[in-house]
């Protein structure tokens, strides 16, 4: 059993890591209740400028019009997975990175060989974690998240389309985790461009059909404005998404590593108690044997 000297410099570390926690997960709450209220009140506009961009984009389909709409041979394909510039937040970061080591080595296999798949990371963590599986990317952003507004992400979402509309990438893939409540992150991987329909909705919503549009002044001319813009939306809405999903992440690691300090306290505790009692009742028999060696 370990001495009292050693208990209670146990139960102090604890104390303290507990504090830390306790504080990290009050500070994830406050930030998360922000973000989720962001998020929820961009998803309803974001999902149909979406699905109004889909149904316009359909119907330019062969046209040179739509430039983000064209589906090419894959020669290069960019990447981009979304992380935290922080840890402690349980699996959130290495979930995504998994994801886009499989994407990599499975579907893009014969691309990476011949080193055509490129890595964009948003976020320090994810970007430190494919380097050191061996994946180096080509760029990466860490400033981002320090002011997450829809200004500032439209620098990216340019960069991306002119990418893709110059041909120096077919195939842009977005890999992030998408916020469904404070423990739970859905990881999420879409296509950013080429523009493609929603697979999985028209398979849930088979009853939806493109609407018929009245064009003022005309098709192409609103199409160069919306898809932009709608590209735009997009990408802010999945950087607003991850961002809520890692507070919730980190406020339900925090919460759990508090829970666990307060077990290991009281485990410890009852270890200090059952070592102070064996050692009072060491002295006692200390004292008793001396008496009666007194007394003989």
């Known amino acids: ?71 090419r041979e894959l020669s290069k394909v960019l990447i981009v997975p979304v992380t935290s510039n922080r840890g402690l937040c349980g699996a959130f970061n290495i979930n995504v990175v998994k994801e886009a080591v499989t994407l990599i080595q499975e579907e893009f296999a014969d691309l990476h060989k011949s080193g ?63 916020f469904k409540n404070a423990a739970v992150q859905i990881l999420k991987t879409e296509q950013f461009l080429p523009i493609s329909s929603d697979e ?35 990408l802010y809405k999945a950087l607003i998404d991850s961002f809520a999903a890692e507070h919730g ?3 339900t690691a925090m919460h759990k590593a508090t829970d666990n300090a307060d077990e290991l306290l009281k485990e410890l505790k009852l270890s200090y108690n059952k070592a102070r009692q064996a050692a009072i009742t060491n002295e006692i028999l200390e004292i008793v044997s001396g008496a009666e060696a007194l007394k003989g």
Do not use: W
């Not at 320090?146 to 992400?153: A, K, V, Y």
């Open 1 to 71: 059993m370990a001495n009292l000297k050693e208990v209670r410099t146990r139960i102090a570390s604890v104390q303290s890591t507990r504090q830390i926690t306790s504080a990290m997960k009050m500070v994830a709450a406050a930030k998360l209740r922000k973000a989720q209220n962001a998020i929820l009140a961009l998803r309803p506009f974001a999902s149909k400028l979406k699905e109004i961009m889909e149904d316009l984009s359909k119907s330019l389909e062969g046209s040179n019009e739509n430039v983000y709409a064209q589906e």
């Open 116 to 178: 055509k798949v490129d890595l964009f990371c948003i976020g320090k963590k994810g970007a430190d974690l494919l380097k050191s599986r061996g994946f180096v990317p080509v760029k990466i952003n860490t400033e981002i998240f320090d002011n997450l507004t829809f200004d500032n992400t439209v620098v990216l979402s340019e960069e991306l389309m002119k990418q893709y509309a110059e041909g120096e990438y077919d195939k842009v893939i977005l890999i992030y985790n998408q």
């Open 200 to 234: 999985e909705q028209n398979a849930t919503e088979k009853e939806h059909k493109s609407a018929d549009y009245i064009f003022e002044p005309g098709k192409e001319e609103i199409l160069s404005e919306l898809i932009p813009k709608s590209l735009k939306v997009q």
């Open 249 to 251: 992440a980190r406020m």
